[in-house]
């Protein structure tokens, strides 16, 4: 009597607890998706029928009769699926793969063939041969599923520095002391027990649910945190990308203002010397010498047009095309003006990535230099050598008169205006004489692009 009057009791105390359990993990598996939700509510439902059939409350609404025939069918099959439900959730917990454990990856679908394949056997067998005795064969399964449970265990044991597999660990260790205790309480049954060998296990799975449950509360909110970081995460990857096309619209603008300057200083000034001289050629009426400086002047209003286009076009990005572009236009550039060139170039990294404003720089740096040379230097020969590793260098050395401090204010702006491009290439601007004038830009790769 007290034995049925604690069997009730267990009964509602647990299936109210599987109930909560059940309308809990369900809402979290709606929102997370987890899987392992989804195996959990699955040893719920077996955990659920379990306890109802064994709390007796069919006995309320069937026959004696029937209801002890449906017991006897139902017994063992419901149990030895309820610890076949409880084993799969344990292997998904640990996520065992193949190459983690083979042996438990193979028992995963070894255990779920074989406990089905019992529990609806048993269900046919019985029908046709009532009166044998499966006691041996069920508690063979069973012995097999405490083994398997202790394996389990030892692999919660080595993960238990894992929050989430702490609380399996403690949940299943419930579990197998409990299933322990039931089995030895099943082989010395008897009508005067306190407690019968299954409200063992249903002691134990009380215990279990409360781990298991807050073992997957706490992995709900470590992915919940997880996709809060990833959002965070994604948030800032939008910010810095919001933040980057803003660098390039204002590169852009300031790419159009200094295209826009370059147009200024060099269409703006040779478009005026042309209205002048033509206009001078007109008042004296002396045309020749006019028309061949309008000629010059025009001349170089297209070379300043074909470096600006150059300069423009991102085909010629690369250091290798830079080097060309300065190669040719010195070749023609000194041969124009008589003066021999030598030009070595030296780059590790020939499709080293030049944007197009660094480029024009570079180029103007050394086409200012070249002027200068023609101008003033006197020399009849001029040794370019380019170089590229850490940084590129650039040397221009001629066999002139050498380096004076200049008197007169244009030399003195062309090296002002040199000093200060190469300032903006964060790089370095040396002139000394050695045998002529020697020119010296060092520029740091690293700013180049």
């Known amino acids: ?31 997370n998706r987890d899987r392992l939700f ?15 059939q064994r709390s007796g409350f069919l006995f309320y609404w069937l026959e004696p009769e029937i209801e002890l025939k449906l017991y006897d069918f139902l017994n063992e099959p419901i149990q030895i699926l309820y610890l076949a439900t409880y084993f799969n959730f344990i292997l998904q917990s640990l996520d065992i793969t193949k190459s983690t454990h083979r042996f438990l990856y193979w028992s995963k679908a070894f255990i779920r063939i074989i406990l089905v394949g019992y529990a609806l056997g048993f269900i046919l067998i019985k029908t046709f041969f009532p009166f044998e005795d499966y ?5 063979l399964i069973r012995i097999f599923i405490f083994l398997l449970t202790f394996i389990m265990l030892w692999e919660c044991f080595k993960l238990r520095h894992i929050t989430f597999q702490l609380f399996i660990l403690i949940g299943s260790a419930c579990y197998f002391v409990f299933g322990i205790v039931s089995f030895i309480s099943n082989l010395n049954a008897s009508d005067t027990q306190w407690i019968y060998p299954p ?20 992995r709900n909110k470590q992915q919940w945190e997880k996709m809060n970081l990833a959002l965070l995460e994604d948030a800032n990857e939008i910010i810095a990308m ?28 040779g478009l005026t010397k042309i209205n002048y001289l033509s206009q001078m050629a007109l008042m004296k009426m002396d045309y020749e010498e ?10 170089d209003l297209v070379k300043n047009m074909s470096e600006i286009i150059w300069a423009l076009n991102e085909d010629n990005d690369r250091l290798e095309d830079l080097c060309s572009f300065i190669k040719n236009y010195s070749n023609d550039y000194l041969e124009n003006n008589s003066i021999d060139l030598t030009i070595q170039i030296d780059i590790n990294n020939p499709t080293l990535n030049v944007i197009g404003n660094h480029r024009r720089s570079i180029f103007l740096l050394v086409k200012e230099a070249l002027h200068n ?6 020399a009849s020969s001029v040794i370019i050598y380019i ?15 050498g380096f004076q401090v200049p008197k007169s204010s244009i030399l003195n702006n062309g090296l002002r205006n040199m000093e200060k491009r190469v300032q903006k290439l964060n790089g370095t601007f040396q002139i000394e004489n050695d045998q002529g004038t020697k020119i010296t830009l060092c520029i740091p790769v690293a700013h180049l692009n």
Not at 8 to 29: D, T
Not at 373 to 378: D, L, S
């Open 1 to 31: 009597m007290h034995g049925l009057i604690f069997q009730s009791v267990i009964s509602v105390l647990l299936l109210g607890v599987i109930l909560l359990a059940f309308v809990y993990h369900i809402v979290l598996y709606y929102y």
């Open 38 to 52: 989804l195996h959990y509510l699955v040893y719920l439902t077996f955990t659920g029928l379990f306890v109802f």
């Open 290 to 299: 006019s028309l061949k400086k309008i000629h010059q002047t025009s001349s």
């Open 135 to 139: 006691a041996l064969a069920f508690t």
């Open 242 to 269: 919001q933040k980057l096309v803003l660098e390039k619209q204002a590169a852009l603008e300031n790419e159009r203002n200094r295209i826009a300057l370059d147009m200024h200083d060099d269409l703006g000034s």
């Open 199 to 218: 409200e063992w296990l249903m002691i134990g799975s009380f215990t279990d649910i409360v781990f298991f449950s807050i073992a997957l509360s706490h």
């Open 387 to 401: 170089h590229q590793s850490e940084s590129l260098l650039l040397t221009i050395h001629d066999n002139g008169i």
């Open 373 to 378: 040379v023609v101008k003033h230097a006197q």
